[in-house]
């Protein structure tokens, strides 16, 4: 048996398939689920979720916060925004990202701080998903 995985965006069905294994983003770190775990329900940060469909096959999901429900091996997570490798260009994700990160260090305190560090999550995690999975 294994896990079913439900990804929800708040426009459509994202992605849906069978996985052995997730490690999602947790706001308070990362998190792994395999097959039988109890129920749950967490919030999820700004990050790379990974999800293993096989032995040893990974695949990197972009996602912009939300929360995780996991319960008799169905995983549902609903996130504000989502994305995989071939949705994103490598190129224009990195340079945005060292954009998010020049106006992270650019930043004054306050709002200003708080929007750049946002911008710097969501660049990072898309930047990051054009990387091969590492663990």
Known sequence: M??????IVPD???WKDQAQE??????????????????????????VMKVR???DE????????GFALV????????VNGAAVSSDIDAQEAESVFLQAKANLEKAAEGKE??????????ALARFEVTKPVAL
Do not use: C
């Open 2 to 7: 294994s896990l079913e995985v439900s990804i």
């Open 12 to 14: 459509r069905v994202f």
């Open 22 to 47: 997730i490690i999602f983003p947790t706001i308070t770190g990362q998190m792994g689920v395999l097959e039988n775990h109890i129920p749950l329900l967490t919030g999820l940060d700004t990050g």
């Open 53 to 55: 469909q096989n032995a």
């Open 58 to 65: 990974w695949m990197a999901i972009a996602i912009m916060g």
């Open 71 to 78: 319960s008799e091996n169905k995983i549902t997570v609903l």
């Open 113 to 122: 701080t708080q929007d750049a560090e946002i911008q710097y999550k969501k």
